[in-house]
């Protein structure tokens, strides 16, 4: 999508927009702009949410909703035999660093799911909210669909949050969310509202960030 037509879409949107990741056919009402890989009614921004970067700049998003999307997020890294191939055909110059990042944008990028939840913190204004709805990882809901590929479980989100009390955070060190509130039903849904923290070296081991 062109960046003109992005920047159409946050046009007299000073505030941030308010954004509906992976909104389908069924998003938000109220002036959200939704964001999918289908070129749906109500779908403002055609975009793959695991081509990274997204189209949206910097600290442009006040609110986001994820319903029913993070399940189908790939949370490995992408694999490494085919970084090796783009790396190989980056150094024959085969392909351009241009084509590679218009085609498939950043190709290794660690972990896809950490990194989405990164690239939403990127778009995302201080104290910007983020409330995720997700089937919960143990149950039915989860197993019985076949796209579900990212198992969801309320200690999940703690590897989010830098200052929540447990060391799970410490095992990857993402961009910060701080968990505002969590709220599961084994046989139902996790909702959880996340709040973007400013980065802090205290976070992280030797001050930065090592995934």
Request: net charge negative.
């Amino acid at each position: 999508m062109a960046q003109k037509k992005i920047a159409e879409i946050l046009k007299d949107k000073d505030q941030g927009c308010k954004l509906d990741i992976g909104c389908g056919a069924n998003k938000q009402p109220g002036g959200f702009v939704g964001i999918d890989a289908r070129p749906l009614d109500g779908v403002d921004i055609v975009w793959n949410l695991e081509k990274f970067p997204w189209p949206l700049p910097d600290e442009s998003v006040s609110f986001a909703t994820a319903a029913h999307i993070l399940e189908h997020i790939t949370p490995s890294a992408p694999d490494a035999r085919l970084v090796g191939l783009i790396d190989l055909l980056l150094k024959k110059k085969v392909v351009k660093e241009s084509e590679v990042k218009e085609c498939i944008g950043e190709y290794d990028c660690g972990p896809i799911f950490l990194r989405m939840m990164d690239e939403i913190w990127r778009i995302m204004k201080p104290q910007g909210q983020l409330v995720i709805s997700t089937p919960h990882g143990e149950n039915k809901g989860y197993a019985q669909d076949p796209t579900h590929v990212n198992m969801i479980v309320p200690a999940t989100m703690a590897y989010f949050d830098p200052l929540v009390g447990t060391p799970l955070y410490a095992v990857y060190e993402p961009a910060p969310w701080k968990i505002v509130k969590l709220y599961y039903d084994l046989n139902g849904n996790i909702e959880c509202a996340l709040e973007k923290r400013q980065d802090d070296p205290s976070y992280h081991v030797d001050g930065k960030r090592h995934y």
